[in-house]
């Protein structure tokens, strides 16, 4: 096998579709979505922050608060909306209307984007809830 052929670790931990890697960023994902409202929260939520465009947050707190809820218990990931199993997009209906959650991962100062996926003392998350019509 020449070394150009050779698959390194480093290699594996940058291709997020790379299985192995998916599925470490699968469980970060969801350990940050499911203790959003967690005060404190736990060492093995990764950090980052929760986001919200002005269309999701200019709903009322009751419509806001169902949202979270409903975010934090889903887990309807499948193969047609969740391709490389990364748990990285969900939608939700709530009170007839359809939002979207999406993570984007970012570097620790939340500038670029990361450069290791798989690593959460250098990578941070934004969560984020939009209307389809926000996107």
């Not at 967690?38 to 929760?50: D, F, I, Q, R, Y």
């Not at 990364?86 to 939002?99: A, D, K, N, P, Y």
């Amino acid at each position: 096998m020449t070394q150009a052929q050779q698959t390194t670790t480093a290699d594996v931990a940058q291709d997020v579709t790379h299985p192995h890697t998916a599925a470490i960023i699968a469980r970060q994902n969801d350990a940050f979505r499911t203790s959003i409202a967690a005060c404190p929260k736990s060492p093995e939520v990764p950090p980052g922050k929760l986001v919200m465009t002005a269309g999701v947050a200019a709903q009322s707190d009751a419509f806001r608060a169902t949202l979270i809820g409903a975010l934090i218990a889903f887990d309807a990931f499948d193969a047609d909306s969740d391709p490389y199993g990364l748990h990285e997009m969900g939608v939700l209906e709530i009170e007839g209307e359809r939002v979207w959650f999406k993570f984007d991962l970012y570097d620790e100062n939340f500038e670029y984007g990361a450069e290791a996926p798989t690593d959460p003392t250098r990578t941070r998350r934004v969560l984020t809830l939009l209307f389809p019509s926000e996107y």
